[in-house]
């Protein structure tokens, strides 16, 4: 694969896209919207290849979740395009202005970043999410999946190429790598003379291995080793229904929770509750001494480990604190910084844990499963940003801009 001419390629569109006005992008996003739901059933054909290839190769039932695509997730997926045609348009908006002492006229505007690179794995929605993103907010995009959903791949961008094209915009606005090799990965990190970012979307493994081996800046996402914490003073009700949503709507995505910490003086009852929730979907709980005294020989003992990764299934780590202190230093040791809660009715509890907990999300009394960029209004989402640069949480069309200087004088001079 020429890496040098999709660069070239990406560069030449990037022109067009960064001048296109609203009504120009919008028009393509609508296009590209329609073009998914009438493309479903040959989209879903291509899906049930890679699903049937996966099936073969050992995938577990979590991650052919990711990967599966339904008529009703193509569906979601054109929905989530037309949200992001519905949001304001970021380029062009002033920041800030100023006129200075000898009479220039300073103005702060928001620009595209250019040309993003996207790695990804499992996750075919992420093809037309990244594209609807990048394209309202001028960017234009290589994407690169992984082998596992390279056929579903190959047909949403076929699909959104040709929509943009009908609108008159370079096609070349959305690209994909069809190389799913180890190479294609390690020369998209080293395309520093056409990429202006380079964000990945997936596993630990990928997301280390690009920030750690890139050349290109990199925005880094996603790991979610999240937390609930039950404090003394919780309603036990509100904290076993959102410990259960956050486990079991969709255990294989970032913002499902992997690991509780229950307060001592509510333990004895706010445990089996909780279990008695988690039993309904065969969740295994690997606990602490504390919790096997608590809820039996069927807990299975947790390991230093266990607190640490990002199971991605139907398993939950659990521990018993004696204070919300020693709940705060325990996810301040374990977070990877994605999204954590706290379950309380004590006003101070709260303000502790919002003020201390160093993550990208903390929530008070509701589910984990809300850090989505759809959740929190700002369409379709490129990713959740657990880094403190440039971007931090869900990012939308905002987070994917930049922005530069107009500087308007009548002959000033220094």
Do not use: W
Not at 107 to 130: H, K, M, Q
């Amino acid at each position: 694969m020429d890496f040098d001419i999709m660069g070239s390629n990406a560069k030449s569109a990037e022109r067009i896209l960064s001048v296109a006005d609203t009504n120009q992008k919008n028009k393509a996003l609508e296009a590209m919207a329609e073009a998914l739901t009438a493309n479903a059933e040959s989209i879903i054909s291509a899906n049930s290849v890679d699903l049937e290839q996966g099936q073969k190769n050992g995938m577990t039932e979590s991650l052919l979740d990711r990967l599966r695509l339904t008529p009703q997730r193509i569906e979601g997926m054109s929905e989530g395009i037309r949200q992001v045609a519905a949001l304001a348009d970021p380029i062009g908006e002033i920041i800030e202005g100023s006129v200075r002492p000898n009479g220039m006229k300073i103005r702060r505007v928001r620009v595209p970043l250019g040309v993003v690179g996207i790695i990804f794995e499992a996750r075919p929605n992420v093809t037309s999410d990244a594209a609807a993103l990048c394209l309202k907010s001028g960017n234009t995009c290589i994407l690169r999946g992984g082998k596992e959903a390279i056929h579903s791949n190959t047909a949403i961008s076929e699909v959104l190429r040709k929509a943009i094209a009908s609108v008159g915009l370079p096609a070349d606005c959305v690209q994909l790598v069809t190389d799913t090799s180890r190479e294609s990965a390690n020369q998209m990190m080293r395309m520093n003379k056409y990429l202006d970012v380079l964000i990945p979307r997936g596993g630990a493994g990928l997301i280390k291995a690009v920030v750690e081996n890139s050349t290109v800046p990199v925005i880094e996402t996603g790991v979610g080793n999240c937390h609930v914490y039950v404090d003394k003073s919780a309603d036990i009700d509100m904290a076993a229904n959102i410990i259960f949503n956050a486990k079991t709507s969709r255990p294989s995505v970032c913002n499902a929770i992997e690991t509780i910490l229950v307060h001592k003086d509510i333990a004895d009852k706010a445990l089996p509750a909780i279990k008695a929730k988690l039993d309904s979907k065969n969740v295994e709980i690997r606990g602490c001494a504390r919790t096997a005294e608590i809820l039996g020989s069927s807990i299975v003992p947790a390991t230093e480990n266990d607190y640490a990764v990002e199971f991605l299934d139907y398993i939950l780590a659990c521990r018993v604190v004696d204070s919300i202190d020693d709940a705060i230093e325990h996810i301040s040791k374990y977070s990877t910084g994605h999204s954590e809660c706290i379950v309380t009715s004590d006003y101070f509890c709260a303000e502790k844990f919002t003020s201390m907990v160093d993550s990208a999300a903390v929530y008070v009394n509701c589910s984990t499963r809300f850090t989505d960029g759809g959740e929190f209004g700002l369409g379709a989402e490129i990713g959740i940003s657990t880094q403190k640069l440039h971007a931090r949480g869900p990012m939308g069309i905002r987070q994917l801009t930049s922005s530069k200087f107009i500087i308007q004088g009548d002959g000033q001079i220094r």
